[in-house]
Each structure stands twice: as structure tokens, then as C-alpha cells.
């Protein structure tokens, strides 16, 4: 009778735990951020969240600003720059469910760094060119924005190629974020704040660790 109590409790324990595990890969809207190409708009499905009374991030290539790269998938993606008055640019979305708690996932992504990126300094009201690499860092939060709480979910090397590079993180969540920031910020190993840039293509969906590895 102990014996059959104990595997019925033992039965309950792994079937809780195992509902807990993610079923499956959470996929991302417009992950390639296709739109018409166009300066200071934000890729459909996505949205702005960078500083009040700066501009937001572009759909590239549009030939303004001198970028004319091709994309790594589709037809465009997304440019980010950061800025010599220390404000940078991040786009963001809602996900199609939230992130689980202390559960490893991966995120594989494209980027790489447009050689020429021609704007007013901020700082200086003089053309410059935003050429500098810029690191590319992941966010979770949530869309209630009156909640407190976000946490860099992971953070790219310094993207200074010119070719476009697969880059894949790998992080784990301590919280059920249900908000996913992709953000450019400064190389922390140079004199900041600067002009930079770094192009964003081809996100994948966040996959459970679990699975990456079941399919080995």
C-alpha cells in the first residue's frame, strides 16, 4: 500500500513538472522584419520603445542614410543606432505566450553592420556617420507596462562585420515575461557615448533548450 501511495505521489510530481516544461517553440510576429522600406518607422508587428523625442528605428534598406545592404532573408530588416547624445534605439513585441520561469531557451538571429549610416550628430547638429559596432541586447518584460521588472535576457559581442553573421543566444528567463525588447546599446570596451549602427534580419522562433536538444 506505501509502495503504491508512493508512486501514485511520484506520478503526480513528474506529471506537474512535466506540464511545466514547454511544449513547444514560441514564434515571433514579422521575425524578419519585412515592411516598406522606409526611415523612422518601426516594422509592422513591431513597435518603438525607444527615447521620447528621438526618432525610431528604420525599415532598411531605403537608401536613406547611405544604407543600401542587401537583407539576409526577405526584402528588409531592421536598423538600429545609437547616438553621441547616450540614447540608443529598441523595437519590441508582445509574445504569443510568456516566457517560463528558469527555463533555458535560444534565440538565433542575423546581424551585422552597415559601413555607412550618414545622420545629424545629436550632439554636435553636424553630419556623421553612425558607423561605430554597436552590441545588440535582449530584453524580457511585460506588456503591462505598470508592472516592474525587466531583465537583459542576453547580449551579443560587439557586431563590427559588414557581412551578415548568424549569432545565436542562449539565456534563461527568472521570470514569465510576456514582452520581448531587441535593443542596439554601446560597446561597453569604448569611450561612450558614440554613433553607431547595427542591422537586425531574420529572428528565429525562442526555442526551449529541451528541444534544441532532442533534435540532436
Not at 506505501?2 to 514564434?27: H, R, V
Not at 515592411?35 to 523612422?40: E, G, I, M, V, W
Not at 553612425?130 to 531583465?151: C, L, M, Q, S
Amino acid at each position: 500500500m506505501k509502495t503504491t501511495i508512493t508512486s501514485l505521489i511520484l506520478s503526480l510530481f513528474w506529471g506537474l513538472a512535466l506540464t511545466g516544461q514547454p511544449a513547444a517553440a514560441i514564434p515571433l510576429k514579422n521575425p524578419s522584419f519585412e515592411d516598406a522600406p522606409r526611415h523612422s518607422h518601426v516594422p509592422q508587428g513591431w513597435e518603438d520603445c525607444g527615447f521620447e523625442g528621438e526618432t525610431p528605428p528604420d525599415v532598411q534598406p531605403n537608401g536613406e542614410f547611405g544604407v543600401v545592404k542587401e537583407a539576409a532573408h526577405g526584402n528588409t530588416y531592421l536598423g538600429l543606432v545609437l547616438r553621441d547624445n547616450d540614447t540608443w534605439e529598441c523595437a519590441a513585441q508582445p509574445l504569443a505566450q510568456p516566457l517560463l520561469a528558469d527555463t533555458c531557451y535560444q534565440l538565433v538571429l542575423k546581424a551585422c553592420r552597415s559601413e555607412v549610416y550618414k545622420s545629424i550628430s545629436r550632439a554636435f547638429g553636424q553630419l556623421a556617420n553612425y558607423d561605430t559596432p554597436a552590441v545588440i541586447r535582449i530584453w524580457g518584460g511585460y506588456v503591462d507596462k505598470e508592472k516592474d521588472g525587466f531583465e537583459m535576457l542576453a547580449e551579443t559581442e560587439p557586431v563590427a562585420n559588414t557581412d551578415w553573421q548568424e549569432y545565436r543566444l542562449t539565456f534563461t528567463s527568472t521570470a514569465p515575461y510576456d514582452y520581448l525588447y531587441v535593443e542596439a546599446y554601446f560597446d561597453q570596451g569604448r569611450p561612450i557615448p558614440y554613433n553607431g549602427n547595427v542591422l537586425v534580419d531574420d529572428l528565429s522562433d525562442i526555442v526551449p533548450c529541451t528541444l534544441i536538444a532532442g533534435n540532436k
